[in-house]
């Protein structure tokens, strides 16, 4: 079973800081997506990274995979309350049919204080 | 165009009884899935579908029975509800045609309590 791990699991900080979050795991992903989840609310994809290395931006937020396609990063510049949610990482895999299935990371709780 | 739905939005279930959790897009998407989410623990897998009379186990399949009969619908049944199946269950939907970098359409969950 392939595992993500994320960190940190809580993180609380306020308004107009700076912040990274971090998915690692010992496994290689053919690709790489994050999602933000809402309360009460399914996921919903922020960015999806492909290629080693590969550096995406989604206005204040930089998204980076690993050079060797096992860990990835999200940086957050100059947070605002809209940012609060739980910021989920999936590394996608081959599954028995050919398609790509996603495992999932465990999650960072984001609370950014007006 | 609805998305992703999913009945019933809560449900209270006692030990041993069993349930069908429903799930239908609109999208005409072939992949389809459901994952369980308990705290500290992300989204797991548990079956998933790549078309019509095609399913698989994901991580946590035992419990838990699917099948695809259509494009749209993918249920998911309990069998015999246990208190570890209480968590919320999210069905989702995407294109892929034995491709990659395919976004998943999540709908917005079912959460169950087994007592």
């Known amino acids: 079973t392939q595992l993500l791990e994320q960190s940190p699991q809580f993180l609380s900080i306020q308004e107009g800081e700076n912040l990274t979050v971090y998915c690692n795991s010992s496994s290689v992903f053919s690709s790489l997506q994050w999602y933000r989840q809402e309360p009460g609310e399914g996921p919903v994809l922020l960015v999806t990274?492909?290629?080693?290395?590969e550096v995406k931006k989604l206005k204040r937020l930089t998204f980076q995979f690993g050079d060797a396609r096992k860990d990835s990063s999200l940086h957050i510049t100059a947070a605002q309350p809209g940012d609060t949610g739980l910021y989920l990482c999936a590394g996608g895999s081959i599954s028995n049919f050919g398609n790509e299935k996603l495992t999932f990371g465990t999650g960072t709780r984001l609370t950014i204080i007006p | 165009n609805a998305g992703v739905t999913q009945t019933p939005k809560f449900q209270v279930l006692k030990t041993g009884q069993s349930m069908t959790l429903q799930c239908a897009q609109d999208m005409n998407h072939e992949y389809m899935s459901w994952y369980r989410q308990d705290p500290g623990m992300g989204l797991r897998l548990i079956h998933y579908s790549v078309g019509a009379g095609i399913t698989d186990q994901g991580e946590v399949p035992n419990g838990y029975n699917v099948s695809r009969s259509t494009t749209e619908d993918f249920p998911l049944r309990l069998l015999s509800a246990a208190p570890s199946q209480t968590s919320v269950y999210f069905c989702?939907?995407?294109?892929?045609?034995?491709?990659?970098?395919?976004?998943?359409?999540f709908g917005p969950g079912t959460r169950l309590t087994v007592t």
């Open positions: 989702a939907s995407s294109y892929s045609p034995a491709g990659r970098f395919y976004e998943q359409y």
């Open positions: 990274v492909v290629t080693g290395g």
